[in-house]
C-alpha cells in the first residue's frame, strides 16, 4: 500500500535552530512531493513542491527541501527557526498522477 | 479574491442526524476533494470529484456522500451511518485531478457530535 511516513510527531525547538522534519514515501516510480504547513487556525498552506530538475528545492519563508531518490525521502529544513513557525507540516506525494497522500504530519513547537 | 470557502467553521450535530458541509471555490478548479483530519493521522480522503456530475471514493468514503452538480461547489454529506463523524474536514481543490499541481485548500469545518 502506499503509505507517507514522518517520524516526528512533535519536534520542539529553541529560536534559532536549526530544523530538518524527516519525510519518507514507501513507492518508487513518478513522484511529485509536496510540504505543507497548517498554522494554529489557519488554512493548510503550500511551503514547496518538487516535480523534476533540481533535488533541491526552496520554498517560501526560508524552507527547503532535498528530494533524495535512492532514500525516498524529501525532508524539510530550515537553517534558523523562528517562533512563528510554530505550526503542523504535512507531507504530501502524488505518486504515477493519483491521488496525493498525506503523511500524518509533525507538530512543530518553537519557544522563543 | 479567489479561494476556498467553508461553512459553517464549527458545526455541532446530535446522533442520528445528517448534516451538510459546504464547500464553493472560485478558483475555477476542476478538480475538488474532502478530507478528513484527526490527531495524529494526517489527511485521509474521503471524495474527490473530477469534472460536474462526477465523483469517486476516496480511502474513508463509508457513511459519506457528495454531489457536484456545479463546477464551484461540491457540498460533503456526512450521514448517520458514519460511526466516528467528529473530526475537522478539509475541502480542497485544484487545476487538474492528478499530476504536477498543488491541491489549494480551505479553512475548514470542525463537526462534533452531541
Known amino acids: 500500500a502506499q503509505s507517507v511516513s514522518q517520524h516526528n510527531h512533535h519536534v520542539i525547538l529553541s529560536e534559532a535552530a536549526s530544523l530538518e522534519l524527516g519525510c519518507n514515501y514507501s513507492y518508487g516510480g513518478t513522484v511529485n512531493l509536496f510540504w505543507y504547513v497548517q498554522y494554529p487556525g489557519q488554512h493548510l498552506l503550500l511551503l514547496l513542491k518538487?516535480?523534476?530538475?533540481?533535488?533541491l528545492v526552496k520554498g517560501i519563508k526560508g524552507f527547503e527541501a532535498e528530494f533524495i531518490k535512492s532514500k525516498f525521502s524529501f525532508n524539510l529544513r530550515k537553517p534558523s527557526v523562528q517562533w512563528s513557525d510554530t505550526a503542523e507540516y504535512f507531507c504530501?506525494?502524488?505518486?504515477?498522477?493519483?491521488?496525493?497522500?498525506f503523511g500524518a504530519g509533525t507538530r512543530l513547537t518553537v519557544k522563543p | 479574491d479567489g479561494g476556498i470557502t467553508q461553512s459553517p467553521k464549527y458545526l455541532f450535530r446530535k446522533e442520528g442526524q445528517n448534516v451538510t458541509l459546504s464547500c464553493e471555490q472560485n478558483?475555477?478548479?476542476?478538480?475538488m476533494y474532502w478530507y478528513r483530519q484527526d490527531p495524529g493521522q494526517g489527511l485521509r480522503l474521503i471524495y474527490y470529484s473530477q469534472i460536474v456530475n462526477d465523483f469517486q471514493k476516496g480511502d474513508i468514503a463509508e457513511g459519506y456522500s457528495v454531489s457536484r452538480e456545479k463546477k464551484e461547489s461540491f457540498p460533503l454529506t456526512v450521514t448517520s451511518a458514519q460511526k466516528n463523524p467528529t473530526a475537522f474536514y478539509l475541502c480542497?481543490?485544484?487545476?487538474?485531478?492528478?499530476?504536477?499541481?498543488?491541491?489549494?485548500f480551505g479553512p475548514g469545518t470542525r463537526l462534533t457530535v452531541l
Open positions: 504530501a506525494v502524488i505518486q504515477n498522477n493519483n491521488d496525493m497522500r
Open positions: 478558483l475555477n478548479h476542476d478538480a
Open positions: 518538487y516535480f523534476s530538475g533540481d533535488p
Open positions: 480542497a481543490s485544484s487545476s487538474a485531478s492528478s499530476g504536477r499541481v498543488e491541491q489549494f
